[in-house]
């Protein structure tokens, strides 16, 4: 490469990395890749580009160009490392680490990609190249020579190591993970063991540095390396061994010298009092993981050391306030507390000298943590679940002496009052200062009372009492300030209103982390009759609610107050609402509401539920937690048949659409409606016995909404906005009553009320409508009706309903394809919701009466009904409408599609079409090319079964001829399908040409997939299929070539060329087996730049 070149490459990597326009990047973009290739339709070899990337790397200083040839390098190993020759390999790796070492002052983000390159040659070469297993002793050179040698040779390890991680490459391979295994047990440890005595010289301020800021690169490079090192995957099974907070470190046992060196732990802790932060941030996550790793690793005196040692840094920690002023080290040490007691058993902590000095002072902390949520908002967590697994385990460990016991129980108590206390002093701050509200995010929220519903459970008597003090305080507050009412509305009432409400939000749920923490297996009659204290203030603050509401109408409703009521509800039904629950619950309930058993506490919750879908018709998260719990109630056993005694649940079924029941009349409700007539629907056929009377009586008001309408007898008249909307609304509603039907009888019960007097609305309505976007609630509800989940479309031999709904279906999706045909040409932007959608629903229609086994298609083919090719043309028209491209674009249609294309031909109702249009048949097979490569595993299952069926029927049907002719009659007209196979004969090759390269070439997971259509296949190209073999043979190295010979040959060993179940189940046997030899001498097949012709 000329000097002028390299200052054109210069230019055009600037360009390619800061273009004045896209279309100037992209453009600059394909010249690098030309001047630059990697596959082969370009006459360079690989070994040629990597050599011109070489020379322009170490010909220019300009990290742009550093950038592109490093990235290039990358692409050009992974996608053609077979290409090169070990040598060549060798060769390339040692270029780079000679290019780091002659470069110290490259800058970070060139060393990192430096660093990838390494790390993707080494992992993938790993097996072949022996020399990439001394990975270690090549970059010690940079630790052992400068400082700023030393910052690159441990940037460079700590990318390494990360990388090396198997979870860091997309293709989950057998040889990748064991050569993390191997990198893990031959270098892992010699690469901490330098990070750490590189931490040691810092702290032990034993190294001299010659620039300002090496001391912090170097500081930042080491600890990411340690990090990373204590983070890896020492299993190999998970993705991120450190990403949970309950994991368990696997450090190999090699690793004990460094972790019981005297000075190992100290060195952390005197380097996290001594960094300032970010890097003293670093230290605490290195101790984090230190924390976390297994204790058994440890010889008996060193694990007494061990933990004495983290106990006496925390006690440092906490005493000195060291680095707690910082955000990040005060969450990382409270993560750090968490992981510590996670790690190591109560009993060997109990055990140390101190320990009650120092569980005092965890408390201390603790309390002082919680109050700092303003401070550290993250960490409250933590803490709990550390004081959680404390409790947990004074419940296993028997031994632990009186006097810890007791000092143990007894800090519990203050855990939780402080953070009760805490999180209502709280309340006015966060309301006034507008601070983000933990009760705004109720998942995590219940996430940490999980935990301290767990703690209370220890001295439970103490912890209750102060809750239950605390929420007659407020009550107190309340009633003083609900007296004011009637003189006072000012801002300043409702301010101090909302502050009320929300220390009752937090109490209740509080209250409801405690009952719903009860365990079953160690109850008492005790902790049932303070459940029952706690569920009547709950009930009696329900009640006392409820009558503001009445007399004052919504000034008195809170959102995140009646959400909380909900989740009490819900816990309540968790632990006490079950045939082994404890009667003591009713105790104090009964002699307060008169609430005995189940049934009228079930009426109360009722009553309340019914409340709320009233009063809070227009919030969409109230609506959806109230039914929620309602589906709560109504699961499990016995749940619907308690629910149907009382008098709440009768009103409702008796009145599920009258205005009382508000929240139906709004928009924005839609979702919501579909689960409340799923609840609705499980109620009402609760009862097995239930009579077509008391059915008819339950859709009376689905009778009366569609009498409503009035006389519908124009396309104008449907398309009233008006109109429209009600219909959608009624079907919205009847799909949410269909989705639990699972019986044949109680569906049964549903088709003779719909078909005999509201199809016809369903028809006329989609026919209005259509290609508009709000048919498509008409066609979802259709799916689901033509579903025969569970067979309960499984009508009498004689009945004729399943032919009714499959004509319904058919008139449904040759209206939508004639309206969709005239609609004017959308923009892409548009095309999915206009168009796209709605082509799904006719996918999936048609997909549910193929697949339902109800309707007797040979029955309406043999007495001419045009239902069936009517709406296969419309269907395979609609197919044809959409651009392949669309249609692997977008993940629902393609799902659709594919799925729809699979049950076509799977019954051959595809076949037996008397006619398909070359057009047609194209577009089809085009799919199936591009479906058999999708990523998604669903798409391509489809794709494969569909060439399957349609190969195994051009072999039938190609057999039948040949016996016709052999019995010399004349045969009939040759079928559509055999016509076209032979018309465009491309199309069999390039499907076997496409399989054979995933199967080959892509480690695809499912071979026994790709096995069915490649079987078929090629018994039709068996000329083909030895001259693909061929090729793919004269592509590998000389030196593979006998063993890959003998590997693809094998793929036909056995076969009678037959489609038989034994010579199929013989050819995937050779499939799924073919790998192993190849993988036995570390062999990866080269792929073919293109397949051979099929001429």
């Known amino acids: 490469m000329a000097e002028p070149d390299t200052t054109y490459f210069e230019s055009l990597c600037e360009q390619l990395y800061n273009p004045k326009t896209p279309e100037e990047g992209e453009q600059v973009r394909k010249v690098l890749e030309q001047s630059f290739p990697i596959f082969g339709d370009s006459t360079n070899l690989p070994t040629e580009t990597a050599s011109s990337l070489r020379l322009l790397l170490s010909r220019s200083p300009n990290p742009f160009v550093q950038t592109f040839c490093l990235s290039r390098i990358k692409q050009l190993v992974q996608a053609q490392s077979n290409a090169f020759s070990i040598q060549v390999k060798i060769q390339l790796r040692t270029f780079l680490l000679e290019y780091a070492f002659i470069h110290p002052d490259l800058i970070p983000f060139v060393i990192s990609q430096l660093g990838n390159v390494l790390a993707v040659i080494t992992l993938i070469g790993w097996a072949e190249v022996e020399e990439y297993k001394n990975i270690y002793k090549d970059i010690s050179q940079f630790i052992q020579a400068s400082i700023d040698h030393r910052i690159v040779g441990l940037q460079l390890l700590s990318i390494l190591v990360q990388d090396m991680n198997p979870p860091s490459f997309t293709r989950n391979s057998s040889k990748y993970r064991k050569a993390a295994g191997e990198f893990r047990d031959t270098q892992l440890f010699d690469i901490c063991e330098a990070a750490f005595k590189t931490l040691e010289e810092i702290v032990e301020h034993g190294i001299i540095y010659t620039h ?17 090192c204590f983070s890896y995957d020492f299993s190999g099974t998970s993705s991120d061994e450190s990403g949970e907070d309950t994991a368990t470190i696997q450090v190999p046992t090699s690793w004990r010298p460094l972790l019981e060196k ?17 890097y003293s941030s670093k230290v605490m996550e290195c101790l984090v993981q230190i924390a ?12 007494t050391k061990f933990i004495v040692a983290i106990m006496q840094g925390i006690r440092d920690i906490i005493v000195n306030t060291q680095g707690l002023d910082d955000g990040d080290n005060y969450n990382g040490f409270c993560r750090f507390l968490s992981r510590f007691r996670a790690t190591v058993p109560l009993n060997e902590m109990v055990q140390t000298p101190g320990y009650l000095d120092w569980i005092e002072l965890i408390a201390n902390f603790s309390f002082k943590a919680f109050q700092s949520w303003k401070f550290a908002p993250n960490t409250s967590s933590y803490v709990l679940s550390f004081w959680t697994r404390l409790v947990q385990s004074m419940t296993y460990y028997q031994q632990l002496g009186e006097e810890a016991i007791e000092k143990l129980a007894n800090l519990t108590i203050g855990i939780v009052q402080a953070y009760v206390s805490t999180a209502l002093e709280a309340v006015p701050i966060r309301i006034e200062e507008g601070l983000d509200d933990p009760l705004e995010n109720e998942d995590a929220l219940i996430e940490s009372l999980n935990h301290l519903g767990q703690i209370a459970h ?24 609900i007296n004011t009412v009637g003189i006072n509305m000012s801002s300043e009432f409702k301010e101090a209103l909302e502050v009320i409400e929300t220390k009752y939000a937090w109490v209740v749920y509080i209250m409801a982390s405690f009952i719903g923490n009860r365990a079953a297996f160690m109850t008492s009659d005790n902790v049932d009759k303070i459940d029952s204290e706690i569920t009547t203030k709950v009930l009696q603050l329900v009640d006392f609610q409820q009558s503001l509401l009445n007399q004052n109408g919504s000034t008195f409703m809170n959102e995140k107050l009646d959400l909380a009521i909900i989740f009490f509800f819900q816990m309540f039904k968790k632990s006490y609402m079950s045939e082994s629950s404890g009667r003591d619950i009713y105790s104090i309930l009964s002699e307060v509401f008169g609430i005995s058993h189940q049934v009228t506490m079930l009426d109360v919750i009722m009553r309340k539920i019914i409340s709320n879908l009233q009063h809070w018709a227009d919030n969409e998260t109230v609506i959806r937690r109230t039914l929620e719990l309602f589906n709560d109630l109504n699961t499990g056993y016995g749940a619907s048949k308690n629910l149907r005694k009382i008098e709440a649940t009768t009103f409702i079924l008796q009145n599920h659409m009258s205005t009382e029941i508000a929240f139906c009349q709004h928009e924005k409700q839609h979702d919501n409606r579909i689960l409340y007539f799923q609840i609705l629907c499980k109620l009402l ?19 009366r909404r569609i009498e409503a309408l009035g006389s519908l007898d124009t396309v104008e008249a449907f398309q009233q906005e008006s109109i429209k909307k009600a219909i959608r609304d009624i079907f919205t509603d009847l799909y949410g009553f269909m989705l639990p039907i699972q019986s044949r009888r109680h569906f049964t019960l549903f088709f003779d009320w719909f078909y005999n007097y509201y199809s016809s609305l369903l028809l006329r309505a989609a026919e209005s409508w259509s290609p508009d976007p709000i048919v498509n609630t008409l066609l979802k509800f259709y799916v689901e009706y033509a579903s025969n989940k569970n067979q309960r479309l499984g009508f009498d031999v004689s009945s004729p309903n399943g032919i009714l709904i499959f004509r319904d279906a058919s008139q449904i999706i040759s209206m939508y394809h004639q309206q969709v045909m005239k609609q004017p040409v959308l923009r892409q932007d548009q095309v999915y919701d206009y168009r796209y959608k709605g082509i799904i629903l006719c996918f999936d229609i048609m997909s549910k ?62 076949m037996a079409l008397p006619h398909l249009s070359p057009e047609t048949f194209l577009h089809l097979m085009q799919a199936c090319e591009q479906g058999m490569d999708s990523s998604d595993q669903l798409i391509c299952s489809h794709a494969c079964s569909a060439i399957n069926h349609i190969a195994c029927f051009a072999i039938q049907e190609t057999e039948k001829s040949t016996r016709q002719q052999q019995r010399r009659r004349s045969s009939a007209q040759q079928h559509w399908l055999i016509t076209y196979l032979a018309q465009f004969n491309h199309i069999l090759p ?106």
């Open 458 to 481: 220890k001295r439970y008597q103490a912890c209750s009492t102060a809750l239950i003090e605390l929420f007659n305080s407020i009550t107190d507050q309340y009633q003083e300030l």
């Open 212 to 228: 300002v800021n090496q001391a912090e690169r170097l500081k930042e490079v080491t600890l990411n390396l340690l990090v990373r």
């Open 292 to 303: 976390s790793i297994r204790i058994a690793l440890f010889t008996e005196p060193q694990r």
């Open 685 to 703: 056929f609760a009862d097995d016995n239930i009579t077509e009377r008391a059915f008819y009586d339950f859709m009376e008001p689905f009778h």
């Open 990 to 1095: 390039t499907l076997l040409a496409g399989l054979f390269q995933l199967l080959l070439f892509d480690d695809k997971s499912d071979q026994w997939t790709l096995s069915r259509p490649l079987y078929p296949l090629i018994l039709l190209q068996r000329d083909y299929v030895f001259k693909y073999i061929s090729v793919v043979i004269e592509q590998q190295p000389p030196e593979t070539r006998p063993i890959v010979t003998t590997v693809l040959n094998g793929l036909l060993d056995g076969i009678n060329w037959t489609l038989t179940t034994k010579d199929r189940e013989r050819f995937t046997h050779n499939v799924s087996s073919f790998r192993k030899p190849l993988n036995a001498h570390s062999i990866r097949l080269t792929p073919l730049t293109a397949p051979p012709s099929y001429y």
């Open 262 to 278: 005297d000075s190992f732990l100290p060195t952390f802790f005197k380097a996290y009092s001594e960094f300032e932060p970010p």
């Open 849 to 910: 009466c193929l697949g339902g086994k109800y309707v007797n298609f040979g029955i309406l083919w043999l007495y001419q009904d045009k239902s069936v090719n009517e709406a296969i043309d419309a269907t395979l028209q609609l197919i044809q409408s959409i651009p392949v491209n669309d249609l692997m674009s977008f993940p629902k249609l393609s799902h659709s599609f594919f799925f729809l294309l699979d049950e076509l031909v799977r019954e051959r109702q595809l």
